[in-house]
């Protein structure tokens, strides 16, 4: 711990300021590039690209077209910048840091109820950093909560709704039906619960439809959580649906409320005693009901047994939990229904059945004692529920109503104060309260005109409904027409002349001549399937909702070397196979070589890329200008000394140049 640094490596030096051309030359940066040995290109223009050769600039340059590093000298008191031959002038060296430009304005909210977001931007471009300047330091897009105010009943969720925007495609799934309808697919990891992750109805087949969700969306189930999908993220949010708000629901399901706006009910049955129990069937069953806008429904039966005693829960005739026909080995499980979560739990004798704390019901609950004919357990135990049932604005409540069937039968009190009355023999009515009409209210729903089709190919355009006052036909806020349900919106089809797909598109080599590599990459197109038109490539942001092939970003290649052309050398002398005499009597020929180079000034390459170009001979035959050519010729026989009783004579032979016949060879 007493040591210290013998060097400072955070404390600039001077090599700091240096530009990479002033501490390597341009050799230097050609053995960086193409290894030791190599050297500039002395006769290729400056600073554009760095060309190199190696040993003899005979044999070709090469480059791999990138300029020579800033601040290599290019010719006396000038040096390369950004490609540009220029004076040394290190005063437009100095580090200039970028600063913010102004906000833009909001752009659309990306929901039209229950917490949509909007965004705006700013640039780090007032001005831009450079010369190592530093980059601006905060956010460089900013969110905003919008259309906050709460849904109107509908059948779907968000997500749900961007999920059903895909049904009846199967993208040639043989597994998948042509009329596949499309929902959630809940549970996915973390890192993508802002991904459009699809389910096939009915199937564990799932698919990623988009990269991302629309912002606005919620993480997770909707019944769960209130955070919600920015930009593919998952941002934390209140029940306000401010982003980074910790605003929390009350037990009466309002937000930020302080639980004054509901009241509980609770009620304790005994199923297994005949005078306490409410019979609905011949079997002996009874049921009660829990009314829309009930909050933290608990519900708990003591004296479960699978076979002759259990909770069933239904919507109407749609069974949630446990089917009373078809008694199973029940387990726990949860379903999202009507704008809750409801779970089922089982524990030994006991299973319950709770919703989410806070979250209102959007439909009526029917709950089910069953008890199992012919069977020999009794159903002992009991039941205990409770729930919040908002308070009436105009002070009445509104609270579980139990059927009456039988004037003799009696009826079962729930732990609170409401007055109960008895009604004439076999009469079946629900008990009811006298509640004041409300004043006729001036605000209503009315209907807006279509918006634009919200996709330039196979859209939709929707058409909602504002709040309006009827008094001076403004549009004011939905609160306002809280008194009554607003319509659902409606939808239609819309340009649905054209659609957008991807294609392959026409990518080039990285080398544009010879080995190199290509990334196989697809493109936006739009189709006029029912008109005669081309289709045409468009930006990709259109075909965002269509699930893109995977690229290859490895597939070799070799670059067409389009340029490469026939180089000559000049003609050799002309030889003979006579003496290699200058003459182009019998077969004597002249040659050149022809190599094949990328362009007029590149670098040699293989053959094969010019034998598409026409090459010229390389052989021919010797000057065909008509001349007398050498020839031998005898002379005259020469004796000789005789020897040993024997005499010789020579004959001599010369080879004469034509015309002059000047003696070239004996």
């Not at 389009?562 to 009597?585: D, E, I």
Request: aromatic share 8%; charged share 25%; hydrophobic share 25%.
């Amino acid at each position: 711990m007493l040591n210290h640094p013998s060097n400072d490596l955070m404390k600039q030096t001077d090599s700091d300021h240096m530009l990479a051309g002033e501490k390597f030359t341009n050799n230097k940066q050609c053995e960086l590039v193409f290894g030791n040995g190599s050297k500039i290109c002395s006769y290729m223009p400056t600073c554009e690209r760095l060309w190199c050769s190696w040993e003899n600039e005979l044999s070709g340059c090469k480059t791999q077209h990138m300029p020579w590093a800033d601040g290599t000298e290019c010719k006396e008191g000038h040096w390369c910048q950004k490609g540009q031959c220029v004076p040394i002038d290190r005063t437009a060296l100095k580090p200039q840091n970028g600063g913010w430009s102004t906000w833009s304005s909001f752009d659309t909210c990306s929901r039209t109820c229950g917490g949509g977001v909007q965004k705006r931007t700013r640039e780090c471009d007032s001005p831009k950093p450079k010369n190592g300047g530093k980059f601006c330091t905060g956010l460089r897009l900013d969110y905003r909560a919008c259309n906050t105010h709460a849904c109107p009943n509908s059948r779907y969720n968000f997500r749900e709704e961007q999920c059903h925007e895909w049904d009846g495609q199967n993208f040639d799934v043989p597994t998948l039906e042509p009329n596949v309808r499309w929902i959630p697919k809940y549970g996915a990891p973390v890192a993508d619960q802002c991904k459009l992750m699809c389910r096939a109805q009915d199937k564990s087949l799932y698919f990623m439809l988009r990269e991302k969700v629309i912002d606005g969306t919620p993480c997770t189930f909707p019944e769960d959580s209130f955070d919600m999908c920015i930009n593919g993220q998952c941002r934390k949010a209140g029940c306000d649906y401010v982003l980074n708000s910790d605003a929390k629901l009350d037990q009466c399901g309002v937000c930020k409320g302080d639980n004054s706006t509901c009241r509980p009910v609770n009620g304790l049955l005994y199923p297994g005693k005949q005078n306490s129990v409410h019979k609905v069937s011949a079997d002996n069953s009874m049921e009660f009901h829990i009314p829309d806008g009930a909050t933290n429904i608990n519900i708990i039966h003591t004296g479960y047994t699978k076979d002759a005693c259990f909770l069933s829960l239904m919507s109407g005739n749609e069974i949630i939990f446990n089917d009373p026909k078809h008694p199973t080995a029940h387990s726990s499980k949860h379903r999202l229904f009507a704008g809750v979560r409801l779970e089922y739990t089982v524990h030994g004798p006991q299973e319950r059945i709770t919703s989410t704390y806070g979250r209102p019901l959007r439909e009526k609950l029917t709950v089910r004692i069953v008890r199992r004919p012919n069977n020999d357990k009794n159903c002992n135990g009991q039941v205990d529920y409770k729930y919040m049932v908002p308070i009436h604005p105009f002070g009445n409540t509104l609270s579980n109503a139990i059927y009456s069937k039988h004037e003799n039968e009696p009826y079962h009190h729930p732990h609170h104060t409401q007055h109960v009355s008895h009604h004439s023999a076999n009469s079946v009515k629900r008990h009811q309260h006298t509640v004041s009409s409300p004043p006729e209210s001036p605000y209503r729903w009315e209907r807006t005109q279509w918006m634009e089709c919200d996709q330039q190919c196979t859209g939709r355009r929707r058409r909602t409904s504002i709040c309006l006052n009827t008094d001076t036909q403004q549009e004011v806020s939905p609160e306002n027409c809280h008194h009554s349900v607003k319509p659902q919106d409606m939808y239609e089809s819309c340009n649905t002349e054209c659609k957008f797909t991807w294609r392959q598109g026409r990518t080039e080599c990285s080398n544009p001549c010879g080995d190199g590599y290509k990334q196989i990459e697809y493109l936006c197109v739009r189709l006029y399937p029912q008109l005669e038109r081309k289709e045409e490539y468009v930006d990709d942001a259109m075909c965002a909702g269509i699930l893109k092939p995977i690229s290859n970003r490895d597939t070799p290649c070799k670059g067409s070397c389009k340029n490469a052309t026939w180089n000559y050398s000049s003609w050799n002398k002309v030889t003979s196979k006579l003496y290699n005499l200058p003459c182009s009597c019998s077969d004597g020929t002249q040659n050149r070589t022809a190599t094949c180079l990328s362009d007029l000034n590149g670098f040699r390459i293989d053959d094969e890329y010019c034998e598409a170009k026409e090459r010229k001979e390389v052989v021919r035959p010797c000057d065909t200008e008509e001349q007398e050519c050498a020839k031998w010729v005898t002379g005259e026989l020469t004796p000789v000394a005789t020897c040993c009783f024997s005499s010789f004579a020579f004959l001599h032979a010369h080879i004469l140049s034509a015309p002059t016949y000047n003696v070239l060879a004996t």
